[in-house]
């Protein structure tokens, strides 16, 4: 519960201010994407090797406040720049901010996952994740609705300090969790992890799980990433006000949030518990592959649900970023466990930061070449088809990689291992 309530407060900051976020990749559509992304993996590129050091230099507790603190600083300190927003420039801080957001994002979350895989054990992890992945989704259900409450009536500057403010909560509720888990296990998980600061890419090349969940994250969210500059071309071309752009994601929020919960509620954790946690990884690659055949037949058109018009590419990229929320990330993080201290923390902040951000840019960049040779928005559904198919095959040897701990190893194998 005390998990669960930390990551409620953890995306409730983050989708506080993430709809000011997506609504510039709309103002400016898909062509500007692969700048955004860009700058964001350089930006990844300088903080690796700096959270490496800190991993391998500072105690877990230590590591939760500096991180989370550095991030609650720089949600204060964009203050100011928003209420000097016109002497700045919108485009000049519309970048900077949107290259920020999304390495606050990477990091603040990756973080919180290696410290819930670095709590609980397998078995504990396929029974619990589903059901703090859920309070995650409740807390990006509230951000939004905190936003659109407040912005009216306090701007977009206060929001930073509201979003600061729920990050702090998130930060005590961890530490307590770090102290009771460390007084439970004498001491030991709560140790510097010590090791190169560069041994999560190095892991990259030495462990072969860590080579599937890397390969997965490019194949997964190229998936996803199509799917956002599908939407943000969409936007850019029928969508003329940053209001509408605006509502337009809110509502693909609400319904992958929707996805999520109900995925989280009844299948997810039936799935993880029963069958295991490859199935969490394979079964969104075969709904990924389904979503990129409907998009080959219908292309931008749009369908009627209860009255509404809906764009098919604004329910593919609901849908998608559904199951990867609701499904894939609790099976991936289970699975994460399995895996030394050192590879939960630094391999895997490497995968969930610099490899997803490389994909980013590959992918954004390759849309603008297929549009730059003719290729439409069928053909490019057909490459995500192939790519889907690809990622349900890489889930499957990922799930059954042979350097992961057995299924039912608890924390007391992976320190027997002396990691």
Not at 243 to 266: F, K, P, S, W
Not at 322 to 328: C, D, H, L, S, V
Request: glycine letters at 10%.
């Amino acid at each position: 519960m005390l998990s669960a309530l930390a990551f409620f407060f953890v995306l409730t900051s983050y989708y506080i201010i993430r709809p000011v976020r997506d609504q510039l990749s709309g103002a400016v559509g898909a062509v500007e994407l692969p700048l955004f992304y860009t700058g964001t993996l350089v930006a990844m590129v300088v903080l690796t090797p700096v959270f490496g050091a800190m991993v391998a230099r500072f105690p877990r507790r230590s590591l939760l406040g500096w991180s989370y603190s550095f991030f609650i600083a720089c949600l204060i300190a964009f203050v100011p720049a928003f209420m000097a927003q016109a002497r700045i420039g919108a485009r000049e801080l519309g970048l900077v901010f949107f290259i920020w957001v999304s390495v606050f994002n990477l990091f603040v979350v990756s973080l919180f996952w290696s410290f819930m895989a670095d709590i609980f054990d397998s078995a504990q992890a396929r029974r619990t994740f589903p059901m703090i992945a859920l309070g995650g989704m409740a807390g990006a259900v509230c951000g939004p609705g905190v936003t659109s409450l407040l912005v009216g009536v306090l701007g977009v500057a206060p929001l930073l300090l509201v979003s600061a403010l729920m990050l702090g909560v998130a930060l005590l509720l961890l530490l307590r969790l770090s102290v009771r888990d460390v007084q439970m296990h004498e001491g030991g998980a709560g140790e510097a992890i010590g090791g190169s600061l560069w041994a999560g890419v190095r892991e990259l090349w030495t462990r072969p799980f860590l080579r599937y969940m890397a390969i997965l994250m490019l194949l997964g969210d190229g998936i996803g990433t199509l799917a956002y500059a599908f939407v943000a071309n969409y936007a850019k071309v029928h969508l003329a006000t940053s209001m509408q752009r605006t509502e337009l994601y809110a509502h693909i929020d609400g319904v992958t949030n929707t996805i999520g919960i109900v995925l989280q509620l009844t299948l997810t954790r039936w799935l993880l518990v029963r069958r295991g946690a490859i199935w969490g990884l394979v079964l969104p690659a075969l709904v990924n592959l389904a979503l990129m055949v409907v998009v080959m037949v219908y292309g931008s058109g749009t369908f009627m649900l209860w009255g509404m018009t809906i764009p098919m590419l604004a329910m593919t990229m609901a849908v998608t970023r559904g199951f990867a929320y609701g499904m894939t990330k609790p099976a991936s993080d289970a699975l994460y466990t399995r895996v030394p201290r050192e590879t939960r923390y630094k391999g895997k902040n490497v995968v969930e930061t610099l490899i997803w951000r490389l994909g980013d840019v590959v992918v954004t960049s390759g849309v603008n070449v297929f549009a730059a040779v003719g290729i439409g928005i069928g053909g490019m559904a057909a490459v995500g088809a192939g790519v889907s198919g690809l990622a349900a095959w890489v889930a499957r040897r990922a799930g059954r990689s042979p350097d992961l701990l057995p299924d039912d190893a608890g924390r007391s194998a992976t320190a027997a291992s002396g990691t």
